[in-house]
C-alpha cells in the first residue's frame, strides 16, 4: 500500500473515531456556542473543540470517504486534495465572524481551537496531496 493510500486510510480512521467521540457524553462536555443554531449534540469534544451533531456527521462522512478513498492511489490523491483545499477554507471560515462564517452560517461551529486543528489538518493533507512525490505501485501479474 502507497503513502499516500496509507494517509488517507489514516485520516479515515482518525475521522471516523473523532465523529464518533462527538456522541460519547464525557468526552463532549457539554458547551453552549454563540451564534449556532443547531444545539443537538452541543459540547466541546475533549473540552476543547467545539461541536454538534451536524459537526460530528461532517466528521464521520469526511472519515468514511478517506476509507473508501484509501482503495485506490487516485482517489487517495482526491482526498488529499479536497481535505487540504475544504479545510483550508474551514480555517478560514472559522476566523470570519462577519456573515455567520465561524458558524458555517449558524449550522457547525468551526471557530476556537478548531481554527488551529483544521489548519493543521489542511496542511498535512496539502503535503500529501500536492507536495509529495507520487509513488508508482507495481502489482506483480503471473
Known amino acids: 500500500m502507497s503513502t ?3 494517509f488517507a486510510l489514516a485520516f479515515g480512521v482518525f475521522f471516523v473515531a473523532v465523529g464518533l467521540a462527538g456522541f460519547i ?11 449556532v443554531m443547531v444545539t443537538a ?3 466541546a469534544l475533549l473540552g476543547l473543540f467545539p461541536v454538534n451533531v ?8 469526511f472519515g468514511g470517504w ?3 478513498a484509501s482503495r485506490s492511489e487516485s482517489g487517495a490523491g482526491t482526498y488529499a486534495r479536497s481535505v487540504a483545499v475544504i479545510y483550508a477554507l474551514f480555517t478560514v471560515m472559522g476566523l470570519v ?5 465561524s458558524t458555517a452560517f449558524g449550522f457547525v461551529p468551526l471557530y476556537g481551537h ?4 483544521h489548519a493543521l489538518l489542511a496542511g498535512i493533507a496539502a503535503y500529501f496531496g500536492f507536495m509529495r512525490p507520487r509513488q508508482v505501485e ?3 501479474q503471473p
Open 66 to 68: 478517506g476509507l473508501l
Open 97 to 101: 465572524d462577519a456573515m455567520g462564517l
Open 41 to 43: 449534540g452541543m459540547g
Open 114 to 117: 478548531d481554527i488551529w486543528l
Open 54 to 61: 451536524l459537526h460530528n456527521l461532517v466528521h464521520l462522512a
Open 138 to 140: 507495481l502489482t506483480h
Open 25 to 35: 457524553p464525557g468526552i463532549t462536555q457539554p458547551h453552549s456556542h454563540p451564534g
Open 4 to 6: 499516500l493510500r496509507k
